[in-house]
């Protein structure tokens, strides 16, 4: 990795350990060494969003990273990625919830999921419609799951370069956050992240109470 990346990785790292945001590393379509480096300099945290690429990258690379699966994820393929899958970030239906318990059962480990919320214009995004959150949400406490955790929400916002439009997008996320915290979540410590911002919005989404930010090519490079 070159010098550049590294200079960019202390700045940003300084800014979110300022902010108490935790940095998710999006190392998506880079190779191991690229990962390596970063590890190198104290990052464990990663994100990827293609099963097939995660799980060719896993075992090549050091057993304290924590893998975050942001991308949509298929029932058919939690399998692959239950072994070691630290938190899934987009879960957007009772039957993924399913098998990651059924399949996280099997190994006997917790899997944080994150509830992806649809906030943004983009049709093609994935994700809880607002109107149909509560009832979602209703439906899942009732599972009393023992191995999903359910650690927040995630959510994207469109993107455009109006930024009075990606904050209000944001504070949409955070309203929800605050609501379905108090409504259902009140007594559970775990329901605590919100996972929002990549490296174009990241400081509105932080501006809105971001937890976590995902971020790949401000640390990596174009892609
Ligand atoms: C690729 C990706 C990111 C990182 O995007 P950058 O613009 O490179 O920071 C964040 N979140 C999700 C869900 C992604 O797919």
């Not at 990651?100 to 943004?120: G, S, T, Y």
Request: net charge neutral; aromatic share 8%; glycine share 4%.
């Amino acid at each position: 990795m070159i010098p550049l990346m590294n200079d960019n990785y202390c700045s940003i790292k300084k800014e979110l350990q300022a902010a108490a945001v935790e940095l998710i590393a999006v190392s998506k379509t880079k190779p191991v060494a690229a990962i390596q480096s970063l590890f190198d300099l104290g990052q464990r945290a990663f994100g990827e969003n293609y099963v097939q690429e995660l799980v060719e990258k896993q075992p090549q690379l050091p057993n304290d990273i924590q893998w975050h699966y942001i991308g949509h994820l298929q029932s058919n393929k939690v399998k692959y990625i239950a072994p070691f899958v630290h938190t899934i970030h987009a879960v957007d239906s009772l039957k993924l919830l399913l098998e990651v318990e059924k399949q996280a059962a099997k190994h006997q480990r917790k899997i944080n999921c994150l509830l992806q919320i649809h906030v943004a214009d983009e049709a093609t995004k994935f994700g809880i419609a607002e109107n149909e959150l509560d009832n979602f949400v209703n439906e899942i406490v009732a599972q009393n799951f023992q191995f999903v955790v359910i650690a927040g929400l995630m959510g994207m916002a469109t993107n455009t370069t109006d930024e009075q439009k990606i904050n209000a997008e944001f504070a949409t996320i955070k309203m929800w956050f605050d609501k379905l915290k108090e409504k259902h979540f009140n007594q559970n410590n775990s329901f605590s992240q919100i996972s929002m911002g990549m490296s174009s919005d990241y400081q509105l989404a932080i501006k809105n109470g971001s937890t976590m930010v995902r971020i790949g090519s401000l640390l990596f490079g174009e892609r």
